[in-house]
């Protein structure tokens, strides 16, 4: 059975950064494309960044581009989110899924993680 658990979530001030995880177990990396979404309360979750399983190709919403970067760790399982530049906008609770070709539509999800961008 797939399963993701996000981490690294937190209070950050403006202009910081965080580093988002997202490790998966039931299945490997090169099986699933990963995407990274994020919610806040009351709102659609919103597509974030997506990294495909075949060859780590990646896309980012226009608003978080430049600032984040997805990655991942075959060795760990784990698919990262290096957020930097935060604006207090990112403020939501980020989930990873899956995300069969990368197209933001989610299939298996994690609980989330919230991040919060306050000064």
């Known amino acids: 059975q797939a399963q993701l658990v996000e981490s690294g979530g937190g209070l950050v001030e403006p202009g910081g950064s965080l580093r988002l995880s997202c490790v998966v177990s039931?299945?490997?990396?090169?099986?699933?494309?990963i995407g990274w979404f994020r919610e806040v309360s009351g709102n659609e979750r919103e597509a974030v960044s997506c990294?495909?399983?075949?060859?780590?190709?990646?896309n980012y919403a226009d608003s978080v581009r430049g600032r984040f970067t997805i990655s991942k760790d075959y060795a760990k399982n784990t698919v990262f989110l290096q957020m930097n530049s935060l604006k207090p906008e990112d403020t939501a609770v980020y989930f990873c899924?899956?995300?069969?070709?990368?197209?933001?539509?989610?299939?298996?999800w994690g609980q989330g993680t919230q991040v919060t961008v306050s000064s």
């Open positions: 990294i495909t399983s075949s060859d780590g190709s990646t």
């Open positions: 899924a899956t995300d069969p070709a990368c197209i933001g539509l989610g299939d298996y």
């Open positions: 039931g299945f490997t990396l090169d099986e699933y494309d």
